[in-house]
């Protein structure tokens, strides 16, 4: 019994440094990032490479939400079981892979069925109407326009890729050439896709009244926050 008093006693003391460690470093990274004589913040990247599983844990939900925790977002991501997900990442995963899937089952029933011809130029139009769309605004125009669109997206992607797969046959030699293709091509399109979200993201920041601040910004702050008191972002000296 008195092994047992004894070690709750413990557990209770060691509850109490650990909350008391942790509003210290609230208070340091707040005094931080409220200080208006400070440099600019710094991320250590060498501390992020060292300690990857902590800067994911401390980034979180932006890891899956992609977008900062703000009213301006919320068309942005959708809320799944508790945990946000941006829309364009999500739904044109679940649509990519989803037509993968049953074009793949297409294939198997009846091969003939497929015709390159179809599945790529209809992936191109596909590509090009939903950048329309997007550059259009028309595919912000609500949660089902926005899903629709990714929806278009997917597919599209999906279409061109199969037509690449079945060159010569979709078991032909070569295989692991189309396979390298569509990698090189895909990243080439999420790189395209990234270049016009950052583009948009900071179009939409700078017109925020904390015009890219950061450490004032209330969809950033907690983040930030976390960041300097793990290290991972400092001031920099002047």
């Known amino acids: 019994m008195a092994i047992e008093l004894q070690s709750l006693d413990i557990l209770n003391v060691w509850v109490v440094m650990e909350e008391k460690e942790r509003g210290s470093a609230q208070r340091r990274c707040e005094e931080i990032l409220d200080d208006e004589n400070r440099g600019k913040l710094m991320l250590s990247l060498g501390r992020v490479l060292r300690h990857p599983l902590l800067f994911l844990k401390v980034t979180d939900p932006f890891v899956t939400a992609h977008h900062p925790t703000c009213g301006f977002y919320d068309h942005h991501s959708v809320s799944i079981r508790g945990r946000r997900w941006c829309i364009g990442c999500t739904f044109n995963t679940i649509f990519f892979f989803g037509t993968m899937l049953a074009l793949f089952l297409v294939w198997l029933y009846d091969s003939t069925l497929l015709f390159r011809f179809y599945l790529f130029y209809g992936g191109i139009l596909g590509s090009v109407l939903y950048f329309v769309l997007s ?82 910004c209330p969809g950033f702050r907690e983040i930030a926050c976390k960041l300097v008191a793990e290290g991972f972002v400092y001031p920099e000296e002047k």
Do not use: H, Q
């Open 135 to 216: 550059f259009s605004g028309l595919s912000d125009r609500g949660l089902k326009a926005k899903i629709g669109s990714k929806f278009i997206l997917g597919s599209s992607f999906a279409g061109i890729c199969w037509s690449i797969l079945l060159i010569d046959g979709l078991f032909s030699p070569g295989l692991e050439v189309k396979l390298l293709f569509i990698i090189m091509l895909y990243l080439g399109f999420v790189t395209v896709l990234n270049i016009k979200r950052s583009y948009e993201i900071f179009k939409e920041c700078e017109g925020c009244e904390y015009r890219m601040r950061w450490s004032k």
